[in-house]
């Protein structure tokens, strides 16, 4: 099996490391924006970067289209995202495109959803929050406790 890691720079990305032990038993790579951590991480893993929305309508749509072609080229089996805004376009590319789509909420969202996590959650096929007062939002989602 194939997988896409998909994440923001930081703790976004902190929390992805957290799978390792998951995500290493398959061949994998990431896709996230260009910033010093994620920079770091290219040095020892497959990355691929695009276009950071930042909620900008034209850089949405290059991420996007960025997406798109690398899930492409790549053919992953299934995508997994531990948030946020550059995540929401690269899910959708690969929803639209047959893809699994994990989407696990931000550990820094203990009561109230994310917006990429809102997004997500319309099209995701399991949505794990990590925090029970999240259950309320996301009926269809998973409790899956804290990823740390």
């Not at 590319?93 to 047959?98: F, I, V």
């Not at 959650?121 to 007062?133: E, N």
């Amino acid at each position: 099996m194939k997988v896409c890691l998909t994440c923001s720079a930081g703790g976004h990305l902190s929390e992805m490391l957290q799978l390792q032990s998951f995500f290493k038993q398959f061949d994998y790579f990431f896709v996230t924006f260009k910033r010093p951590d994620t920079d770091f991480l290219a040095k020892t893993e497959k990355v691929f970067f695009v276009e950071r929305p930042a909620r900008n309508p034209v850089k949405t749509i290059q991420c996007f289209w960025q997406a798109w072609k690398i899930i492409q080229r790549e053919k992953p089996d299934l995508i997994i995202s531990t948030g946020a805004d550059v995540t929401v376009p690269i899910c959708l590319a690969g929803k639209l495109l047959g893809k699994k789509i994990v989407f696990i909420e931000s550990f820094c969202r203990p009561t109230k959803p994310s917006v990429s996590g809102q997004l997500a959650y319309r099209f995701s096929d399991l949505f794990i929050y990590q925090w029970k007062p999240l259950e309320k939002f996301y009926s269809r989602g998973k409790f899956g406790g804290s990823i740390f």
